[in-house]
């Protein structure tokens, strides 16, 4: 793992898995054609990584028929500064709307009432 994350947990349903520092290690004794197993690594971004920060993890994976080989993979994590816009209205922008919304018919029926009163107007 990069060292610009902390490894909070690590799992394998069968298998040896063992962490030391950064690096993560899995040995399976033989795999069956058709078969899957599947490692659970869990980590965080470590608190001193500024933004914004490109975080490359790669996997790399080996079989005992044909150790010259290397099997892999990688996984890139990318943070932004600024959220691209979406066309969604923020939702503190859509509680103010309402709420002026609000703020607005109560003012307008407060106002008829007055206008009605004034003129001596019932309505029923």
């Given amino acids: ?71 892999s993979a990688q996984a890139v994590v990318r943070s932004v500064t600024v959220l691209p816009v979406t066309g969604q209205m923020p939702l503190r922008l859509q509680i103010l709307r309402v709420v002026l919304g609000l703020s607005f018919a109560i003012m307008l029926v407060a106002l008829l009432r007055r206008m009605l009163q004034a003129f001596k107007i019932r309505l029923f």
């Fill in 1 to 71: 793992m990069p060292p610009t994350v902390d490894i909070l947990f690590t799992s394998a349903a069968v298998g040896n898995l063992t962490t030391s520092g950064q690096t993560v290690t899995y040995n399976l004794a033989s795999l069956q054609p058709g078969a899957s197993t599947a490692v659970y690594i869990t980590t965080r971004i470590r608190d001193d990584i500024g933004i914004p920060f490109t975080i490359t993890n790669v996997a790399n994976m080996t079989y005992n028929e044909d150790p010259g080989v290397v099997h």
